[in-house]
């Protein structure tokens, strides 16, 4: 399918929904009503069941795994994981902690490890449950956050993902596609964007996969230091466009939104949207620099991504390693 019949069923899914087009709405102020319809009109509540609260990780079927192992054909694997930084900074206010004991006398010497970290934020490579965030106090699905507290989250928690995820995934490589290192704090990615990248890499997303994009976060951190305040992002019109194509997991390398959001009075309406309507996961704050070199290497950009949060009964997320096999 072409770039014009792209934009077609996108624009058409944007008449379904009765919003604007998702290819246009960057286009116009959105503002924090136009959310609240959105919430509304591109909800999967229900889709799966009332109950289900495995929201679009249904959407990798087992045809959709099983094609996505055949994307494997070199057995090369890569992480998309930053390294845990113990070390606080501007746009790492919760360091992670460890701490050691060695115990040379104990039958030839062991080694232990205590770890504490408070993974959410800008920081650390993590994944966000369906319970990390609400919409006037609701889950997707309808769950009411009062089943929220001191001891987790009653539904939607992130043991919900213990299986795993085994899919197709897709990089989307902004700063390629503009001929740059890096966006720029603030930088708004749009549908128009995602589409261009499609055409130009060949590729175009479907059912079931992980749209994963990098914006060059740490290669600009690296040359210039760690910052607080604006990121690079997924403009908030680009969630109907998520929606249409039946995404299951969405990606960056950054806080998935561009901040600020340029919506008043929602400061992550991607993030609010994906997460609570669409039933989302999000795999937050990657590490897409080694897996952009190899994809521009192998002239490549999708691959077999892995990935498995820890089995925290009730957690409201997890680190997480995700992999990327070519």
């Known amino acids: ?26 286009e116009r102020a959105i503002t924090s ?12 509540h229900g889709r799966w069941g009332e109950d289900d609260q495995r929201g679009t990780m249904n959407l990798i079927t087992p045809a ?7 994307l494997v054909t070199e057995g090369v694997s890569i992480s998309m994981a930053h390294p845990l930084s113990t070390e606080a900074a501007a746009d790492n206010t919760s360091p992670f902690e460890h701490s050691m004991q060695a115990m040379p006398e ?23 449950a369906l319970c990390h965030l609400a919409n006037d106090g ?24 213990g299986d795993g995820i085994f899919t197709r995934g897709v990089l989307m490589d902004i700063p390629r ?21 499609e055409e130009e890499a060949g590729i175009k997303v479907g059912a079931g996969d992980a749209v994963l994009l990098n914006t060059g976060r740490w290669l600009r951190r690296a040359a210039k230091g760690p910052h607080e305040g604006g990121y690079p992002g ?24 561009v901040y600020p959001s340029g919506v008043e009075g929602v400061g992550a309406p991607v993030h609010l949207l994906v997460l609570t309507a669409l039933g989302m996961p999000v795999l937050d704050v990657m590490d897409l620099t080694a897996v952009s070199a190899a994809a521009v290497e192998r002239k490549r950009w999708t691959f077999l991504l892995t990935a498995a949060p820890l089995r925290a009964p009730t957690g409201t997320g997890s680190p997480v390693n995700a992999i990327a096999t070519f």
């Not at 136009?34 to 009109?41: D, P």
């Not at 596609?177 to 990248?197: H, I, Q, S, Y």
């Not at 019109?237 to 939104?257: E, F």
């Open 1 to 26: 399918m072409g770039r014009g019949a792209t934009r077609g069923v996108v624009a058409a899914a944007g008449l379904l929904f009765g919003i604007v087009p998702a290819t246009h709405a960057d």
């Open 33 to 44: 009503e136009t959310i609240q319809i959105w919430a509304s009109e591109l909800s999967n």
């Open 64 to 70: 959709v795994r099983i094609a996505a192992a055949r």
């Open 106 to 128: 104990a039958a030839g010497g062991w080694a232990t490890d205590v770890w504490r970290i408070m993974f959410h934020g800008f920081g650390h490579s993590h994944i966000d």
């Open 138 to 161: 609701k889950y997707y699905n309808g769950f009411d956050m009062a089943g929220t507290n001191a001891a987790g989250c009653t539904n939607l928690g992130i043991d919900n993902i």
């Open 177 to 197: 596609l503009k001929g740059r290192e890096w966006l720029e704090p603030g930088e708004a990615v749009t549908v128009a964007d995602l589409e261009a990248w």
């Open 234 to 257: 997924f403009h908030a019109s680009t969630v109907p466009w998520l929606k249409a194509r039946d995404v299951a997991i969405v990606g960056t390398d950054g806080g998935l939104d």
